[in-house]
């Protein structure tokens, strides 16, 4: 029998594959993007409480309206946005099903969707498998300032989507005002959708603003804007995630999120309506991971890995080029097996490869972990 792959040039994605490596080394994994200190006690809390007040049974499929409502109110403070929960949020398995189910709902074969790389490592292969055509426009190492005329230039009557990331995985890039205004400008009087990745919203350094999509009326009504609670309440393997879309958009969202995954996790979803009623627990985040930041650095200082600069998300960029000429992933299998700390090769986050001299570590750990990670990389 022959299979005929739908997708012949994929492996298994890196952040799986740099896991399991430093485990199987003993390495200390600053590789894939998860923190390594406990869950805060009363979101567990309530977990166990509504497993044991029975929010056991299928949610409604586009979410539990509690959770929706919350959603709506936090945008409302955080952004003075309005945004209507029963017919705008949609309450998705991660931001990963969030990502893959807009593609799918709205990209044709053979239609155009352009991608910023480097750029996370889903947005590629969910085009490729709707037969539509990834156009890739690549940024660059130190600053990886988007050229949006270079990007203007590379739309054509198929273009559907353009995906952008901000805060960005992996390099750390923020959007600016000007940023989202150029998109605006250059999607004006388009069919082009825009599929706005912001699972870093709260992730965000140096008194810097998230430029939402939503703040921008004229890219909101053709965004779909994912985000992400494993990333905001540190809860990765809970899977659970949400789409904001205007009406229209979210309707067509909903026809094949129904049939992905029909509905997600009860009891979750009611914790976390719970939660976000204390705002607190969100607000404090930039604040949180700065700390965790500067401590990362400051313990670095002196070393021959070189910063590039993160204003946003939980992950930093350093040039090695100083130590090795090796290739990226190349050197970042070797500082798992040799040195000790995993990382992940920049090159990744590049369809054909591209190599910056980078590696990229994860610094949402506890200071006991990054500072037995930094003495390792002091030693390079
Ligand atoms: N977003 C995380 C990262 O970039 C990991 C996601 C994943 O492993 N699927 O490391």
Request: hydrophobic share 40%; proline share 5%.
């Amino acid at each position: 029998m022959q299979i005929r792959s739908k997708l012949p040039n994929v492996g298994t994605t890196i952040f799986t594959v740099m896991s399991a490596m430093a485990n199987e080394y003993g390495a200390i994994n600053l590789s894939q993007g998860f923190p390594n200190y406990p869950t805060s006690q009363k979101l567990n809390d309530l977990v166990t409480h509504h497993l044991n007040i029975g929010h056991n049974q299928y949610a409604p499929m586009t979410g539990v309206p509690e959770l929706q409502e919350q959603i709506a109110l936090k945008f409302k403070r955080m952004y003075d946005v309005d945004v209507d929960p029963s017919t705008e949020v949609t309450i998705t398995s991660g931001a990963t099903e969030g990502i893959f189910t807009t593609i799918a709902s709205l990209v044709h074969q053979g239609e155009e969707v352009i991608i910023l790389e480097p750029a996370y490592d889903s947005y590629r292969p969910a085009v490729k498998i709707c037969g539509a055509v990834p156009v890739i426009h690549q940024l660059y190492a130190p600053d990886f300032a988007i050229a949006w005329d270079a990007i203007a230039a590379r739309i054509t009557s198929r273009t559907r989507m353009i995906i952008i990331n901000t805060p960005t995985n992996p390099t750390g890039y923020v959007f600016t005002a000007e940023d989202m205004e150029a998109l605006e400008r250059i999607t004006a009087d388009t069919n082009i959708l825009v599929l706005s990745d912001e699972v870093y919203e709260h992730l965000i350094y140096d008194g810097r603003e998230h430029q939402s999509v939503l703040r921008f009326p004229n890219l909101r009504q053709r965004s779909l804007a994912v985000y992400s609670f494993g990333k905001t309440f540190h809860t990765t393997g809970w899977r659970i995630g949400y789409c904001v879309a205007p009406p229209e958009l979210t309707a067509e969202f909903r026809k094949v999120h129904q049939f992905n995954t029909f509905s997600i996790n009860t009891p979750l979803q009611y914790a976390l309506a719970d939660f976000l009623k204390d705002p607190t627990e969100y607000l404090g985040l930039p604040d949180f991971f700065q700390r965790k930041r500067d401590y990362f650095l400051q313990r670095l200082e002196g070393s021959r890995l070189k910063p590039l600069k993160s204003s946003g998300t939980y992950f930093h960029l350093f040039d090695y080029t100083d130590i090795s000429d090796m290739r990226e992933k190349e050197f970042a299998i070797w500082m798992t097996q040799q040195l000790g700390v995993a990382a992940i090769p920049v090159s990744a986050f590049y369809g054909d490869g591209y190599n910056n001299g980078l590696i990229r570590l994860c610094f949402a750990k506890t200071e006991a972990t990054l500072e037995a990670a930094t003495e390792r990389l002091q030693g390079l």
